[in-house]
């Protein structure tokens, strides 16, 4: 009856008929051919449509999926970075508390108010410390001669002399 040439991929397909087929018939068959590819095509756009829905679903949780997982290693960088900071705070405060016992231990603790400020804690460590340092341990110096002068950059004083009859420069940066 009929008969399909295959050609090359395009959009125009060509169906051959014998000659003894009448005009009408061949009409309804490449009528029928027609519906059917459109029927196909349409089953391929819903395939791609439902397919992209899909991946952008996939996506969307995926992308979801990630923004969890990052903000919840940013919250564990935060956490590792405040327990890092306050073990250094921990360990910086063990070391000046040691300082301070060693230094009461060898000069003594120095008299202090009824309610002692912190401040003045730290003011007496150091001069106690330059004193240490300068003249080494045991040695008295007569805390009359050290001032702690007026600059305080980040937490540091500095020390600066005072001048009394003996000459002394006894400075701390």
Known sequence: MFSVTPVPENRERKVSFSPDIDESYRHQVVDKIKNLMEEVQTIH???EKHLKKHQDNESWEFKQK???ELQAFLKKQREDASSFQNHQVHTWNNLKEK???ETWRLFGKPAQPS????SNLWDQNLL?????AVLGPRNLLPMTLLQVGPNKILGRRQMEPKKTNRSFNILEH
């Open 45 to 47: 756009e819903k395939e």
């Open 66 to 68: 990630q923004e969890l």
């Open 99 to 101: 300082q301070t016992q």
């Open 115 to 118: 309610r002692p400020t912190i």
């Open 128 to 132: 106690l410390q330059v004193a240490e």
